[in-house]
């Protein structure tokens, strides 16, 4: 009897690492958007019910890459935290491209996501890094009463785009860091951004990491726990309005 008790607790505890560990897992998803079949990566942590909504935080990735990249970094933090988190990957892989990429696309992967998951609406937000970053700048600008509030590491705008952040019709929150010795994306193009972003009354908070270059991967942990920290303190006053595009 004793010998079948003990069986029986281990097969128990197998269970539940089981279901545990199949919260932390990554899950390759497609979905359909512009009639086109996307990839993202996906994280649903265990602890989202639908008595507790989570907050949803969509990464966008760097050039040469795809969403994995930041899935894979974002993972621990996510399932600490309670966050779901989609990397979708971008159409080609070199970089992020309006409209091809959004802010339709990400749009529709969101409702989706809405649809299957209990998503706090009020609490999503953007993080992209290098090529994603600027991307998420853009998006921030287009959909300032979608998303709560953007993070980004290493991106910047070019100075004959920084006449668009007068489309924010939100003061979106925004945060950025980057390596002072980036070679990609220096001190002066991202502290102009910054300024251009203040100029038009953005909430915008800078930070700049000594010694630091482009190389995301292995500050991953610190970088992302300081995005979030900024994120999480930033929710919108009432549901989301995505506003619609023309693009040429």
Known sequence: MMKRSLILSFVLLNLAFAQCAFGQKIRKENTESQGKTRTYYLVVPDQVTAAHPAPLLVLLHGSGRNG???????KDL???EGIIIAGPDAINSQGWNIPADGPEFLHDLISELKAKYP?????????????GAGFALYMSLYESEYFAATAIHAGALPPNDFSLVKLAKRKIPIYIVVGTVDPFFPLTAVRATRDAFKDGGLDVQLTEINGHNHWY??????????????????KLAEDPRYTQHSFR
């Open 119 to 131: 998503i706090d609406p009020r609490r999503m937000y953007l993080f992209g890094h290098s090529a």
């Open 78 to 80: 996510a399932n600490k």
């Open 217 to 234: 991967y292995d500050m991953a942990p610190k970088i992302n726990a300081d995005a979030w920290n900024f994120l999480k303190q930033h």
């Open 68 to 74: 994995l990249s930041l899935v894979e970094k974002w």
